[in-house]
């Protein structure tokens, strides 16, 4: 039976991180991977450029039933390492918006340095790989029994990520695992997630699909300012992704779809001035002119501001300013790009990643209670989580 100083499950980001500093410390070690090929979601990552990591990386950027479980690991492997080995491979990349840093080209390049550096230093990758049993033995070594070997092991590294998008290759394993072995797990849910409307809005709003508005999107007592996006099915774009992480079903949402103007203000001064302007042409400059024909009827739009009375006036500042939807469905794990909740933070070491129950076993990356913001604070946690474990694995 062969045998190995660390197996790793899942040769995602956070297992080929593990592996390589696993492997300079000279351990000999195996990546068992189901998929046919390694790091598929970096490929299809960032709209294939991979939005590797953010220049603004802090702890208040994730998601976790414990918020303090991910400080010591983006302490130790920052984004600046991740940085630096980018540019030891010569990758171009390039600062989008809001820190989010992405390759010029392709997602491929960052895919490459991880097996690059996992090559450099002896890593084994198997692919096509199905466990199908794994147990611990009373000397403290791991079983594993897959489709195609018995293998043996002293760490057991669990780093098979969350539920969203099954076609990647997604599994529940390390949920599975988290159970047999007695870890707590926190529910489940796709996060950064479009919110699909209800058929009486998609009735209304589908034809706005393909519009982008800078919007103000609230839940409870936080808020993103970025781009909404109206699709065929319902909202989507980096303020409803993010916000989507936020709530639960039948949650209410608030956009505010004009942050920068007090609608309110604006039409009762241009009121008091008599303004003979009609609500069409006023609310055209700043919004795109289908949208506002959805949002308010043609009788109300033909009116001059003049004209409008008070409740008139209020209702369109509350539908601009504060229009309030209700999350009745999102689109699910087929297209969210994280997976909220998961293997429970309290019974690991935030230095290690080690489970405190079962020495030798440890969980990184997504399939922890762990969830970044949407903008490279996902790969980064896969990188430093990783990194964490690779140290002592
Ligand atoms: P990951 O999912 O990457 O890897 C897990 C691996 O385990 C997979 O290869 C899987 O096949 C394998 N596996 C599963 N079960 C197994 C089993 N039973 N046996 C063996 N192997 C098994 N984040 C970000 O920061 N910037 C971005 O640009 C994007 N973009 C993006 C786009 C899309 C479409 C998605 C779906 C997600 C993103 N993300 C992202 C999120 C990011 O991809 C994600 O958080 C990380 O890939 C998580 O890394 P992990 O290594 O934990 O899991």
Known sequence: MKTFDVIIVGAGAAGLMCAIEAGKRGRKVLVLEKANKPGKKILMSGGGRCNFTNYDVTPDKYISHNPHFVKSALNRFTQWDFIALVEKHGIPFHEKTLGQLFCDHKSQAILNLLLTECNEVGVTIQL??????????????????????????QSLVIASGGLSIPTLGASPFGY???????????????????????????????????????????HKNISFCENILFTHRGLSGPAILQISSYCELFDNIKINLLPEIDVLSMLKSEKVNQSEKQLKSILSIHLPKRLVEIFFNEYLLKKQIKSLLQEEIIEISQRLNNWTITVSETEGYR??????????????????????STPGLFFIGEVLDVTGWLGGYNFQWAWSSGWAAGQVV
């Open 335 to 356: 297209t969210a790009e994280v997976t909220l909740g998961g293997v429970d933070c309290n019974s690991i070491s935030s230095k290690t990643m080690e489970v405190s």
């Open 128 to 153: 096509n790989n199905n466990i199908e049993k794994l147990t611990k033995l009373n000397d403290g070594k791991f079983l594993v029994i897959s489709n195609q070997a018995s293998l043996l092991c």
């Open 176 to 218: 599975q695992i988290a159970e047999q072995f007695g870890i707590p797990i926190w529910p489940i849910r796709a996060g950064l997630v479009p919110i699909l409307f209800t058929p009486k809005q998609r009735e209304q709003f589908s034809i706005l699909s393909g519009i982008s508005v800078r919007s103000l999107v609230s």
